[in-house]
Protein backbone atom coordinates (compact mmCIF):
# COMPACT_ATOMS: atom_id res chain seq x y z
CA UNK A 1 0.00 0.00 0.00
CA UNK A 2 1.14 3.64 -0.77
CA UNK A 3 2.54 5.24 2.43
CA UNK A 4 4.56 7.86 3.97
CA UNK A 5 5.93 7.92 7.15
CA UNK A 6 7.34 10.86 9.44
CA UNK A 7 9.12 8.67 12.32
CA UNK A 8 9.29 12.29 14.30
CA UNK A 9 6.53 14.06 15.74
CA UNK A 10 8.75 17.05 17.06
CA UNK A 11 12.07 18.17 16.43
CA UNK A 12 13.78 20.75 18.36
CA UNK A 13 17.34 22.34 17.62
CA UNK A 14 19.22 25.04 18.28
CA UNK A 15 19.74 28.31 15.80
CA UNK A 16 22.46 27.61 13.70
CA UNK A 17 22.38 23.93 13.67
CA UNK A 18 21.75 20.96 10.76
CA UNK A 19 18.31 20.33 10.63
CA UNK A 20 16.96 17.40 8.59
CA UNK A 21 13.11 15.75 8.71
CA UNK A 22 13.16 12.34 7.87
CA UNK A 23 10.28 11.36 5.45
CA UNK A 24 9.95 7.36 4.27
CA UNK A 25 7.63 6.06 1.65
CA UNK A 26 6.26 3.52 0.29
CA UNK A 27 5.19 3.12 -3.23
CA UNK A 28 5.39 0.37 -6.37
CA UNK A 29 5.88 2.73 -9.01
CA UNK A 30 7.80 5.80 -9.61
CA UNK A 31 7.61 8.56 -7.10
CA UNK A 32 7.09 11.99 -6.67
CA UNK A 33 7.49 13.45 -3.38
CA UNK A 34 6.60 16.77 -1.79
CA UNK A 35 7.38 18.80 1.29
CA UNK A 36 4.50 20.78 2.13
CA UNK A 37 5.03 23.72 5.04
CA UNK A 38 2.41 25.01 7.28
CA UNK A 39 3.66 28.49 9.44
CA UNK A 40 1.92 29.78 12.70
CA UNK A 41 -1.41 30.99 11.42
CA UNK A 42 -0.93 30.25 7.85
CA UNK A 43 -2.21 27.93 5.37
CA UNK A 44 -0.36 25.12 4.29
CA UNK A 45 1.60 25.43 1.32
CA UNK A 46 4.12 23.69 -1.02
CA UNK A 47 7.75 23.84 0.08
CA UNK A 48 9.63 21.89 -2.48
CA UNK A 49 9.32 18.83 -4.94
CA UNK A 50 11.78 16.49 -5.72
CA UNK A 51 11.23 16.82 -9.28
CA UNK A 52 12.70 20.40 -9.21
CA UNK A 53 15.85 19.71 -7.44
CA UNK A 54 15.59 23.12 -6.11
CA UNK A 55 16.70 24.61 -2.69
CA UNK A 56 14.34 26.96 -1.21
CA UNK A 57 14.63 28.90 2.07
CA UNK A 58 18.19 26.85 1.90
CA UNK A 59 16.31 23.60 2.03
CA UNK A 60 16.86 20.42 0.34
CA UNK A 61 15.42 17.22 0.12
CA UNK A 62 17.32 14.07 -2.10
CA UNK A 63 15.33 10.96 -3.45
CA UNK A 64 16.77 8.01 -2.31
CA UNK A 65 14.89 5.26 -4.28
CA UNK A 66 17.34 2.99 -2.31
CA UNK A 67 16.12 3.70 0.85
CA UNK A 68 12.70 4.54 0.11
CA UNK A 69 13.60 8.43 1.32
CA UNK A 70 13.21 11.98 0.97
CA UNK A 71 14.93 13.69 3.89
CA UNK A 72 13.98 17.33 4.15
CA UNK A 73 17.93 19.31 5.31
CA UNK A 74 18.92 22.66 5.85
CA UNK A 75 22.77 22.98 7.28
CA UNK A 76 21.71 26.10 9.66
CA UNK A 77 18.34 26.18 11.14
CA UNK A 78 16.67 29.85 11.34
CA UNK A 79 14.01 30.60 14.33
CA UNK A 80 12.30 31.22 11.23
CA UNK A 81 12.28 27.62 10.27
CA UNK A 82 9.94 26.81 13.01
CA UNK A 83 6.68 25.61 11.62
CA UNK A 84 4.96 22.15 10.96
CA UNK A 85 6.37 19.96 7.71
CA UNK A 86 4.51 17.39 5.91
CA UNK A 87 5.98 15.03 3.59
CA UNK A 88 3.86 13.71 0.73
CA UNK A 89 3.75 11.35 -2.04
CA UNK A 90 1.80 12.16 -5.34
CA UNK A 91 -0.45 9.01 -6.01
CA UNK A 92 -3.26 8.11 -8.34
CA UNK A 93 -1.96 8.71 -11.96
CA UNK A 94 -4.92 11.23 -13.50
CA UNK A 95 -5.34 12.84 -9.96
CA UNK A 96 -3.45 14.84 -8.05
CA UNK A 97 -4.19 12.48 -5.31
CA UNK A 98 -1.31 13.52 -2.47
CA UNK A 99 -0.70 11.20 0.12
CA UNK A 100 0.23 13.17 3.21
CA UNK A 101 2.75 11.70 6.47
CA UNK A 102 1.76 12.33 10.04
CA UNK A 103 3.86 15.57 10.15
CA UNK A 104 6.61 16.60 11.65
CA UNK A 105 7.01 19.73 14.16
CA UNK A 106 9.95 22.02 13.58
CA UNK A 107 11.11 23.98 16.87
CA UNK A 108 13.84 26.28 16.78
CA UNK A 109 15.36 27.36 19.73
CA UNK A 110 17.33 30.73 20.39
CA UNK B 1 -4.57 37.00 -7.46
CA UNK B 2 -7.28 35.58 -5.09
CA UNK B 3 -6.13 32.85 -3.13
CA UNK B 4 -8.39 29.64 -2.03
CA UNK B 5 -11.18 30.45 0.20
CA UNK B 6 -13.46 28.52 2.56
CA UNK B 7 -16.40 28.60 4.73
CA UNK B 8 -17.61 28.61 7.33
CA UNK B 9 -14.25 28.80 8.39
CA UNK B 10 -15.95 27.24 12.04
CA UNK B 11 -18.98 24.92 12.99
CA UNK B 12 -20.48 22.83 15.91
CA UNK B 13 -22.97 19.77 14.84
CA UNK B 14 -24.76 16.86 16.52
CA UNK B 15 -24.42 13.32 15.41
CA UNK B 16 -26.66 12.63 12.66
CA UNK B 17 -27.02 15.98 11.40
CA UNK B 18 -25.65 17.26 7.93
CA UNK B 19 -23.15 19.83 6.94
CA UNK B 20 -22.19 21.30 3.31
CA UNK B 21 -18.96 23.39 3.30
CA UNK B 22 -17.58 25.83 0.66
CA UNK B 23 -14.64 26.41 -1.20
CA UNK B 24 -13.78 29.36 -3.93
CA UNK B 25 -10.88 28.17 -6.00
CA UNK B 26 -7.46 30.25 -6.94
CA UNK B 27 -7.99 31.98 -10.38
CA UNK B 28 -7.00 30.32 -12.88
CA UNK B 29 -7.57 26.92 -11.25
CA UNK B 30 -10.16 24.43 -12.36
CA UNK B 31 -9.56 21.48 -10.09
CA UNK B 32 -10.56 21.17 -6.44
CA UNK B 33 -9.30 18.66 -4.39
CA UNK B 34 -10.69 17.68 -0.18
CA UNK B 35 -8.84 16.77 2.50
CA UNK B 36 -9.53 16.05 5.90
CA UNK B 37 -7.07 16.41 8.88
CA UNK B 38 -8.01 14.86 11.91
CA UNK B 39 -5.86 16.22 15.27
CA UNK B 40 -2.63 15.10 15.05
CA UNK B 41 -2.78 13.64 11.77
CA UNK B 42 -1.73 15.01 7.83
CA UNK B 43 -4.49 15.18 5.47
CA UNK B 44 -6.45 12.91 4.08
CA UNK B 45 -7.66 12.80 0.51
CA UNK B 46 -11.35 12.88 0.42
CA UNK B 47 -12.02 13.64 -3.37
CA UNK B 48 -11.18 15.50 -6.31
CA UNK B 49 -13.52 17.50 -8.58
CA UNK B 50 -12.56 18.72 -12.13
CA UNK B 51 -14.31 19.75 -15.01
CA UNK B 52 -17.69 19.06 -12.43
CA UNK B 53 -17.48 15.72 -12.07
CA UNK B 54 -15.29 13.46 -9.56
CA UNK B 55 -12.07 12.70 -10.67
CA UNK B 56 -10.80 10.46 -7.89
CA UNK B 57 -11.81 9.39 -4.11
CA UNK B 58 -10.07 8.41 -1.44
CA UNK B 59 -11.02 5.54 1.23
CA UNK B 60 -14.22 7.64 2.49
CA UNK B 61 -18.07 6.35 2.74
CA UNK B 62 -20.63 7.58 0.31
CA UNK B 63 -22.19 9.85 2.91
CA UNK B 64 -19.32 11.92 1.80
CA UNK B 65 -19.82 13.62 -1.73
CA UNK B 66 -19.35 16.84 -3.37
CA UNK B 67 -20.25 19.55 -6.14
CA UNK B 68 -18.38 21.74 -8.73
CA UNK B 69 -19.92 24.43 -9.92
CA UNK B 70 -19.17 26.05 -13.49
CA UNK B 71 -17.02 28.76 -11.78
CA UNK B 72 -14.64 26.06 -10.33
CA UNK B 73 -16.14 26.33 -6.84
CA UNK B 74 -16.87 23.71 -4.45
CA UNK B 75 -19.39 22.73 -2.10
CA UNK B 76 -18.45 19.41 0.41
CA UNK B 77 -21.43 17.98 1.77
CA UNK B 78 -21.49 15.23 4.39
CA UNK B 79 -24.59 13.54 5.65
CA UNK B 80 -25.59 11.42 8.96
CA UNK B 81 -22.51 13.32 10.51
CA UNK B 82 -20.74 11.07 12.93
CA UNK B 83 -18.30 12.10 16.01
CA UNK B 84 -15.32 10.95 14.71
CA UNK B 85 -16.38 13.40 11.49
CA UNK B 86 -14.89 16.08 13.71
CA UNK B 87 -12.04 17.53 12.07
CA UNK B 88 -9.86 20.47 10.13
CA UNK B 89 -11.57 20.13 6.26
CA UNK B 90 -9.21 21.57 3.81
CA UNK B 91 -9.77 22.64 0.13
CA UNK B 92 -7.45 23.12 -2.54
CA UNK B 93 -7.11 24.06 -5.83
CA UNK B 94 -4.90 23.53 -8.46
CA UNK B 95 -4.70 23.38 -12.43
CA UNK B 96 -5.67 19.87 -14.28
CA UNK B 97 -4.50 17.19 -13.71
CA UNK B 98 -1.50 15.86 -15.94
CA UNK B 99 0.03 19.69 -16.27
CA UNK B 100 3.73 19.71 -15.55
CA UNK B 101 3.20 21.12 -12.07
CA UNK B 102 1.06 18.28 -11.37
CA UNK B 103 1.29 18.10 -7.02
CA UNK B 104 1.18 21.43 -6.49
CA UNK B 105 -1.77 22.79 -4.70
CA UNK B 106 -3.20 25.42 -3.17
CA UNK B 107 -4.66 24.99 0.28
CA UNK B 108 -7.22 27.26 1.91
CA UNK B 109 -7.27 27.85 5.57
CA UNK B 110 -9.87 25.13 6.08
CA UNK B 111 -12.98 24.79 7.80
CA UNK B 112 -12.97 23.03 11.41
CA UNK B 113 -16.28 21.04 12.03
CA UNK B 114 -16.46 19.74 15.37
CA UNK B 115 -19.33 17.13 16.07
CA UNK B 116 -20.69 16.53 19.48
Known amino acids: AQRVTQPEKLLSVFKGAPVELKCNYSYSGSPELFWYVQYSRQRLQLLLRHISRESIKGFTADLNKGETSFHLKKPFAQEEDSAMYYCALLYGGATNKLIFGTGTLLAVQP | ETGVTQSPTHLIKTRGQQVTLRCSSQSGHNTVSWYQQALGQGPQFIFQ???????GRGNFPPRFSGLQFPNYSSELNVNALELDDSALYLCASSFEPGRSNTGELFFGEGSRLTVL
Open chain 2, 49 to 55: YYREEEN
